[in-house]
């Protein structure tokens, strides 16, 4: 349930209403706009909404059910965008955030190299993957905590905050003392255990989109971490499973718009695997600029053809670097920066 106070309601008002909540037992979740502040009641049942008496008190204009399944996700639930602040890198701003680097972590060297040429180009966030969810249990798992340890290091010497994935409940932990952000990947979107040991973290959740997750799903997943306290939740559209073969996969442009009106939460957008084709990523990647994305997820290799997973979608170098160009014009014309 939400609690719509009036333009302008006073401070004591608000703290009223505030203090009327917890006595109720509920706990709330403040978001306070230019104009007026919201008040979520999280968790409020049925019973609590028939019997509101919060409408008589000063300072409230109204209270609405929020009938979506997702409350804390939905754009009910928060008047202004989140911003999510990572190692002082905002995300969900005015400025497109880019996340670039292999697919993979594959040896200190190449994870070193890489950073410093994707910062060349403009990223603010460096990518890759120590713990890999690979479609067969014979291709290359992941390095492990030792890419962990080189994404640190590569941290270290770049300056750039770091995203890598988080497989299962049990290397939370240990991938929580290194990384800046976990990644949940498209495999676990629903994997409900993952989800909710990720709500009691305290560092941000960037949760990708099921292959077969429709934007519904997607958004009671992340209501999933964001229930667990956790109000630091990225959503990315990284391409769906349809009957086209003619790519990897099919990169939904409309999820963008979509989730940008029914939730408050950044929207990031990977069109390294939405397309799994390297000619197709910068297309692709600024058509989600265009369309209004937060953030972009790009694979980049120093060497793509001797890359240990997804050479094939991996931007060399420099076509990041000529991409990261063309964004900016894209950016600019769409009132944005990069
Ligand atoms: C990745 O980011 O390398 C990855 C495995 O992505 P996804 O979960 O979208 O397949
Ligand atoms: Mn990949």
Not at 113 to 139: C, D, I, N
Not at 214 to 240: D, K, P
Request: proline share 4%.
């Amino acid at each position: 349930m939400i609690i719509v106070m009036k333009s302008h309601a006073a401070p004591k008002e608000i703290e009223d209403v505030v203090k009327r909540v917890e006595e109720l037992g509920y706990k709330i979740h403040l978001s306070r706009g230019e104009a007026r502040t919201i008040i979520g009641v999280i968790g409020a049942d049925e019973h609590l909404i028939a019997n509101s008496t919060f409408e008589v008190m000063d300072g409230v204009e109204r209270t609405m059910r929020v009938m979506q399944p997702y409350k804390m996700a939905s754009r009910d639930f928060s008047a202004s965008d989140t911003v999510i602040e990572v190692g002082g890198v905002p995300i969900g701003c005015k400025r497109i955030v880019v996340m670039a680097g292999p697919c993979s972590v594959e040896s200190r060297e190449m994870i070193l190299e890489t950073a410093h040429l994707v910062k060349a180009a403009g990223a603010t966030v460096l990518r890759g993957g120590a713990f890999k969810p690979r479609s067969s249990p014979y291709s290359f798992q992941g390095l492990g905590e030792e890419g962990l340890k080189y994404l640190a290091e590569a941290r270290e010497q770049t300056g750039l905050p770091i995203i890598t994935e988080v497989m299962s409940t049990d290397d939370v932990e240990l991938v929580g003392e290194y990384t800046d952000i976990f990644q949940v990947g498209a495999r676990n979107m629903q994997n409900y255990s993952l989800l909710k040991v990720l709500g009691k973290q305290r560092k941000p959740v960037f949760l990708k989109r099921g292959m077969s997750g429709t934007i519904q799903e997607l958004l009671m997943s992340a209501e999933y971490i964001l229930a667990g306290g956790n109000m630091q939740v990225m959503l990315c559209e990284r391409g769906i499973r349809t009957y086209e073969t003619a790519t990897r996969n099919t990169f939904d442009i409309n999820a963008i718009p979509v989730l940008k009106e029914q939730s408050h939460l950044p929207v990031v957008a990977d069109p390294s695997h939405g397309t799994g084709m390297w000619q197709y990523v910068a297309p692709v990647a600024k058509a989600a600029v265009a369309a209004g994305a937060d953030a972009l997820m790009i694979e980049v290799h120093p060497n793509p053809a001797r890359a240990w997973s997804d050479g094939a979608q991996s931007l060399t170098p420099e076509r990041f670097a000529k991409l990261m160009a063309d964004l900016r014009l894209i950016a600019a014309a769409v009132g944005r920066e990069i």
